[in-house]
Nanobody, 120 residues
Framework: AQLVESGGGLVQPGGSLRLSCVVS????????MNWYRQASGKEREFVAG??????????NYAESVKGRSTISRDNAENTVYLEMNSLKPDDTAVYYC????????????WGQGTQVTVSS
């Protein structure tokens, strides 16, 4: 499997960005998709997730981003997105795309990460 993130960069506080993750080598629609992040010196943490359509395409968010983030998936394009608004310096981290599956299995695949820096 290959997961390739893009869309990171330097953003001012209060700004927005949209991360993308293009997936290949697996049957995308059979996987739950997640975004994690890891700030310097901290452990990797869950940010947002979306289940496969077969079980409803349900979304879940960490409390720290709830209300200002939206995860979505495009099964035709094998892509998962993460839109984040009202960005804060605490959102600064490397953001990783994760695929977990297939179906009810829990094999994990990870992207290489994309850096998001929120700073004025």
């Amino acid at each position: 499997a290959q997961l390739v993130e893009s869309g990171g960069g330097l953003v001012q506080p209060g700004g927005s960005l949209r991360l993308s993750c293009v997936v290949s080598g697996i049957i995308f629609m059979r996987y739950d998709m997640n975004w994690y992040r890891q700030a310097s010196g901290k452990e990797r943490e869950f940010v947002a997730g979306i289940t496969r359509d077969e079980i409803g395409g349900m979304t879940n968010y960490a409390e720290s981003v709830k209300g200002r983030s939206t995860i979505s998936r495009d099964n035709a394009e094998n892509t998962v997105y993460l839109e984040m608004n009202s960005l804060k310096p605490d959102d600064t981290a490397v953001y990783y795309c994760n695929a977990r599956g297939p179906d009810y299995f829990t094999v994990d695949y990870w992207g290489q990460g994309t850096q998001v820096t929120v700073s004025s």
